[in-house]
C-alpha cells in the first residue's frame, strides 16, 4: 500500500503552493539530484515546465561566468522566448571571486523564497550534495565572510591542529566539517570564530521532494565518455585557453575542477591529447563514484530520494503531481544504498 513520504514537514496543498493552514512555514520544493551525466537538467526543467517551476542550480562550478563547455551549462536546454523556463544561480560570479557554501546557501534560500512568493515551484537541480545537503538540513551557516587575515593565520596550522581548534571551540561545526579537503577544514575554523549571534534569523523548513535520475554503473560510464568528446568537439579546451589568456592563473584553473585542471595541464604541454582525455575519463568516472557515496550518506541519514529510472519523466510528473496535491507517495523501487555493485572499470 502506497503511503505517504514524509519528508521535513507538513505539506501545503495544490499546484499553485498556496499554504494550507495560517502558520504554515514550510517552503515546498522539488529537489533534483544526482550522479554527473545523468540527465539531471533535462528533468528539472520538463518538470518545471509542466509544473510551472523555476531552476535554481545546485552546481558549484556553473555560477561562474565564461565558464560553460567545461561545467556543462547546456543554457539552451532552458528554451528561449516565451518557452524559456526561468533559471537562478547559474552566471552569476566572475571566476575569480571567492564563492563559496556561505554565499550559496544565502543565494539559494533568497531564490527559493522569491520563486515561492509568486506561487511558483521552486527546482533545485544538481550534483553538489553539499550543496544540496546544506539546504536540505538547514544548515546554520552563522559565520561571516571570509577573513584574509584570519585565513592567512589558519594556513600557517596543521590540519590537525585546526581539528583541535574545532573540537575546542565549535565541536558542532566539526561534526558537519569535510575533514578530507584542508580549504574545508580552514573555513569551518574561520566559520566557527566569526559566527554571528544565534538571535538571528534561522534558516527556513523546506519541505522537499528529492527525485534522481538513475542508470546502472556502465550506462553512467558510457555518457560520460560521450559527454566528454561532445565538450571537446564544442571547445573546451578552448574556452580553458580563453579563461588562462583572460587573466585566471593555472592555480586557479585547476581550483575548478577535474575539466580545467587536466585541461590546463594539456594546454601547458604537460600531457599529450590521448593521455589527457584518458586521464580526464578516468577521474570523471571516479568523481561519478564519490558522488554516489555522498547520496548513498543521505538515503542512510534518512533521506527519502526517489531514483527513477532513466530519469523517466512520466513516473517523475506523478510523483510531483502527488506530492504537490498532499497525496500519498509511493515507497521509492530503487534505494542506491542497499545495490551493491561488482568490480568496477575506470
Request: glycine content about 8%; hydrophobic content about 40%; aromatic content about 6%.
Given at each position: 500500500?502506497?503511503?505517504?513520504t514524509?519528508?521535513?514537514?507538513?505539506?501545503?496543498r495544490?499546484?499553485?503552493?498556496?499554504s494550507?493552514?495560517?502558520?504554515?512555514?514550510?517552503?515546498?520544493?522539488?529537489?533534483?539530484?544526482?550522479?554527473?551525466?545523468t540527465?539531471?537538467?533535462?528533468?528539472?526543467?520538463?518538470l518545471?515546465?509542466?509544473?510551472?517551476?523555476?531552476?535554481?542550480?545546485?552546481?558549484?562550478?556553473?555560477l561562474?561566468?565564461?565558464?560553460?563547455?567545461?561545467?556543462?551549462?547546456?543554457?539552451?536546454?532552458?528554451?528561449?522566448?516565451?518557452?524559456?523556463v526561468?533559471?537562478?544561480?547559474?552566471?552569476?560570479?566572475?571566476?575569480?571571486?571567492?564563492?563559496?557554501?556561505?554565499?550559496?546557501?544565502?543565494?539559494a534560500?533568497?531564490?527559493?523564497h522569491?520563486?515561492?512568493?509568486?506561487?511558483?515551484?521552486?527546482?533545485?537541480?544538481?550534483?553538489?550534495?553539499?550543496?544540496?545537503?546544506a539546504?536540505?538540513?538547514?544548515?546554520?551557516?552563522?559565520?561571516?565572510?571570509?577573513?584574509?587575515?584570519?585565513?592567512?593565520?589558519?594556513?600557517?596550522?596543521?590540519?590537525?591542529?585546526?581539528?583541535d581548534?574545532?573540537?575546542r571551540?565549535?565541536?558542532?561545526?566539526?561534526?558537519?566539517?569535510?575533514?578530507?579537503?584542508?580549504?574545508?577544514?580552514?573555513?569551518?575554523?574561520?566559520?566557527?570564530?566569526?559566527?554571528?549571534?544565534?538571535?538571528e534569523?534561522?534558516?527556513?523548513?523546506l519541505?522537499?521532494?528529492?527525485?534522481?535520475?538513475?542508470?546502472?554503473?556502465k550506462?553512467?560510464h558510457q555518457?560520460?565518455?560521450?559527454?566528454?568528446?561532445?565538450?571537446?568537439?564544442?571547445?573546451?579546451?578552448?574556452?580553458?585557453?580563453?579563461?588562462?589568456?583572460?587573466?585566471?592563473?593555472?592555480?586557479?584553473?585547476?581550483?575548478?575542477?577535474?575539466?580545467?585542471?587536466?585541461?590546463?595541464?594539456?594546454?601547458?604541454?604537460?600531457?599529450?591529447?590521448?593521455?589527457?582525455r584518458?586521464?580526464?575519463?578516468?577521474?570523471?568516472?571516479?568523481?561519478?563514484?564519490?558522488?554516489?557515496?555522498?547520496?548513498r550518506?543521505m538515503?542512510?541519514?534518512?533521506?527519502?530520494?526517489?531514483?527513477?529510472?532513466?530519469?523517466?519523466i512520466?513516473?517523475?510528473?506523478?510523483?510531483?503531481?502527488?506530492?504537490?496535491?498532499?497525496a500519498?507517495?509511493p515507497?521509492?523501487?530503487i534505494?542506491?544504498?542497499?545495490r551493491?555493485?561488482?568490480?568496477?572499470?575506470?
Amino acid at each position: 500500500m502506497a503511503r505517504r513520504t514524509r519528508h521535513r514537514c507538513p505539506s501545503s496543498r495544490g499546484t499553485t503552493l498556496q499554504s494550507a493552514t495560517a502558520n504554515e512555514k514550510a517552503v515546498r520544493c522539488v529537489v533534483v539530484l544526482g550522479a554527473t551525466a545523468t540527465g539531471k537538467t533535462a528533468l528539472g526543467v520538463a518538470l518545471a515546465r509542466r509544473f510551472g517551476g523555476e531552476i535554481v542550480s545546485a552546481d558549484s562550478r556553473q555560477l561562474y561566468r565564461g565558464m560553460d563547455v567545461g561545467t556543462g551549462k547546456d543554457l539552451e536546454e532552458y528554451g528561449v522566448g516565451s518557452e524559456r523556463v526561468p533559471y537562478h544561480l547559474i552566471d552569476i560570479a566572475d571566476p575569480g571571486d571567492d564563492y563559496h557554501l556561505f554565499r550559496y546557501v544565502a543565494d539559494a534560500r533568497h531564490a527559493i523564497h522569491t520563486i515561492r512568493g509568486r506561487g511558483r515551484l521552486p527546482i533545485v537541480v544538481g550534483g553538489t550534495a553539499l550543496y544540496i545537503n546544506a539546504l536540505l538540513n538547514q544548515y546554520d551557516l552563522e559565520g561571516g565572510e571570509p577573513d584574509p587575515v584570519l585565513r592567512e593565520e589558519l594556513d600557517a596550522l596543521s590540519d590537525e591542529e585546526l581539528l583541535d581548534i574545532l573540537l575546542r571551540e565549535a565541536p558542532d561545526v566539526l561534526g558537519r566539517t569535510d575533514r578530507t579537503q584542508r580549504r574545508r577544514i580552514i573555513r569551518a575554523v574561520e566559520i566557527a570564530r566569526t559566527r554571528r549571534a544565534s538571535s538571528e534569523s534561522r534558516a527556513p523548513v523546506l519541505d522537499a521532494l528529492l527525485i534522481g535520475p538513475f542508470y546502472p554503473r556502465k550506462e553512467i560510464h558510457q555518457r560520460i565518455e560521450k559527454r566528454l568528446d561532445a565538450r571537446l568537439a564544442n571547445g573546451m579546451l578552448e574556452e580553458v585557453a580563453r579563461l588562462h589568456a583572460g587573466g585566471l592563473s593555472w592555480e586557479r584553473l585547476d581550483f575548478f575542477g577535474l575539466e580545467y585542471r587536466y585541461a590546463a595541464q594539456h594546454l601547458r604541454g604537460e600531457l599529450d591529447f590521448a593521455t589527457f582525455r584518458a586521464t580526464l575519463l578516468a577521474r570523471i568516472r571516479r568523481l561519478c563514484k564519490s558522488q554516489e557515496i555522498w547520496f548513498r550518506k543521505m538515503e542512510r541519514e534518512g533521506k527519502v530520494i526517489h531514483w527513477l529510472a532513466e530519469g523517466d519523466i512520466d513516473e517523475a510528473s506523478k510523483l510531483v503531481a502527488a506530492f504537490l496535491a498532499g497525496a500519498p507517495l509511493p515507497e521509492p523501487s530503487i534505494r542506491i544504498s542497499e545495490r551493491l555493485y561488482g568490480p568496477r572499470t575506470s
